[in-house]
């Protein structure tokens, strides 16, 4: 008889037990267990890039806050679309995600892919790396007016170097095609391949972000030309923007021509992003983060736009602007109308 009643009180505590976990979880107040296990971080370009060098130093801070590591991986390949496509494909349960750079925005226009920031949702937008242009050491080029001069009565003769179809040194030869001035453009992986060309004399410039040239300039291999921004660079107060030697280019210099982002695949569930997020905006104070960010001179991207809703109208703008760029210098491959995009 014992045993019985035993057995009829354990199978009321379980019964009980079940009811108090279906009623939790009826009431929303189950919490999601994530994470559970290591979080892998696609970096759509190869390594040594803006991209790579940002989303390590984020993912290190990221994993300080998260409790489980976050292992990078670089997956680079038709402008980041490859990288871009295997965060799609994963499950969407959190535990890949996806550190880019704005290639994501113009994929769709150059025919590199389907994917556009409609297929992810935002954890935050992180930075800004400056754009700067930049020779080697041996140029014949010392000051930008200089390369400007000879990129004019020389169309399509100026070698420089980019990381293909609407990527930001992409977009920035198209903005100096719109000035005046046509160079010609040599494609690489990556921006690392990028400044190697360059060192190694394959061609004469390129437009780098600051943050992966930084010990280049230390070292005398590279020389800078200007910044391609609305303001200076605080580290080389001497060196001038593009809209100081060229005032035409002012209203192009306004725009981040290199916003780096962290997102997940939209069908990631909202309670895993709120967690994310939570850590990303933890991970920003961070006093090693913050020494990075300042080092670089990078623009701190999640102050400018501090909620989602900033950040999805800032995609939108941004994809407006550089995907009709790009279709109205004959190098889209279809309108930006086809996929919605106002002008």
Same mark, same amino acid.
């Given at each position: 008889?014992?045993?019985?009643?035993?057995?009829?009180?354990?199978?009321?505590?379980?019964?009980?037990?079940?009811?108090?976990?279906?009623?939790?979880?009826?009431?929303? @107040?189950?919490?999601?267990?994530?994470?559970e296990?290591?979080?892998?971080?696609?970096i759509?370009?190869?390594a040594?890039?803006?991209?790579?060098?940002?989303?390590?130093?984020?993912?290190?801070?990221?994993?300080?806050?998260?409790?489980?590591?976050?292992?990078?991986?670089?997956?680079?390949?038709?402008?980041?679309?490859k990288?871009?496509?295997?965060?799609?494909?994963?499950?969407?349960?959190?535990? =890949?995600?996806?550190?880019?750079?704005?290639?994501?925005?113009?994929?769709?226009?150059?025919?590199?892919?389907?994917?556009?920031?409609?297929?992810?949702?935002?954890?935050?937008?992180?930075?800004?790396?400056?754009?700067?242009?930049?020779?080697?050491?041996?140029?014949?080029?010392k000051?930008?007016?200089d390369?400007?001069?000879?990129?004019?009565?020389?169309?399509?003769?100026?070698?420089?170097?980019?990381?293909?179809?609407?990527?930001?040194?992409?977009? @920035?030869?198209?903005?100096?095609?719109?000035?005046?001035?046509?160079p010609?453009?040599t494609?690489?992986?990556?921006?690392?391949?990028?400044? !190697?060309?360059?060192?190694?004399?394959q061609?004469?410039? =390129?437009?780098?972000?600051?943050?992966t040239?930084?010990?280049?300039?230390?070292?005398?291999?590279?020389?800078?030309?200007?910044v391609?921004?609305?303001?200076? !660079?605080?580290?080389?107060?001497?060196?001038?923007?593009?809209?100081?030697?060229?005032?035409?280019?002012?209203?192009?210099?306004?725009?981040?021509?290199?916003?780096?982002?962290?997102?997940?695949?939209?069908?990631v569930?909202?309670?895993?992003?709120?967690?994310?997020?939570?850590?990303?905006?933890k991970?920003?104070?961070?006093?090693?983060?913050?020494?990075?960010?300042?080092?670089?001179?990078? /623009?701190?991207?999640?102050?400018?736009?501090?909620?989602?809703?900033d950040?999805?109208?800032?995609?939108?703008?941004?994809?407006?602007?550089?995907?009709?760029?790009?279709?109205?210098?004959?190098?889209?491959?279809?309108?930006? /109308?086809?996929?919605?995009?106002?002008?």
């Amino acid at each position: 008889m014992g045993d019985v009643k035993e057995m009829k009180k354990a199978c009321l505590a379980l019964a009980m037990s079940a009811v108090a976990v279906f009623t939790a979880f009826a009431n929303g @107040q189950k919490e999601a267990a994530y994470p559970e296990k290591a979080i892998t971080m696609i970096i759509p370009y190869g390594a040594g890039g803006t991209t790579d060098i940002h989303g390590r130093q984020f993912a290190i801070q990221l994993q300080k806050q998260l409790g489980k590591p976050v292992t990078v991986v670089n997956q680079g390949g038709a402008s980041g679309s490859k990288g871009c496509k295997t965060v799609l494909d994963a499950a969407p349960d959190g535990y =890949t995600v996806l550190f880019t750079a704005e290639s994501l925005g113009t994929q769709r226009v150059v025919g590199l892919s389907e994917m556009s920031y409609n297929d992810f949702a935002p954890i935050m937008a992180v930075t800004n790396d400056p754009k700067v242009i930049v020779v080697g050491k041996d140029s014949k080029y010392k000051t930008l007016q200089d390369l400007l001069d000879d990129m004019k009565a020389n169309p399509g003769k100026v070698k420089m170097s980019y990381t293909g179809p609407g990527g930001s040194g992409h977009v @920035q030869g198209l903005v100096m095609e719109k000035l005046g001035y046509k160079p010609a453009y040599t494609a690489y992986s990556g921006g690392a391949d990028c400044i !190697l060309a360059v060192l190694s004399k394959q061609v004469d410039f =390129t437009n780098s972000n600051y943050s992966t040239i930084v010990g280049y300039l230390k070292s005398g291999d590279l020389r800078l030309l200007a910044v391609s921004g609305a303001t200076r !660079l605080p580290s080389y107060p001497d060196i001038p923007t593009f809209g100081e030697v060229d005032k035409n280019a002012v209203p192009y210099m306004k725009n981040a021509f290199t916003p780096l982002n962290f997102l997940v695949s939209k069908n990631v569930p909202a309670d895993i992003q709120k967690i994310l997020r939570q850590a990303a905006l933890k991970a920003v104070k961070d006093p090693e983060w913050v020494k990075f960010v300042n080092d670089n001179c990078a /623009e701190k991207l999640y102050e400018a736009y501090p909620e989602i809703e900033d950040i999805n109208k800032y995609y939108k703008d941004w994809e407006s602007m550089v995907s009709w760029m790009l279709y109205d210098a004959g190098v889209a491959k279809f309108s930006p /109308e086809k996929f919605g995009i106002a002008k």
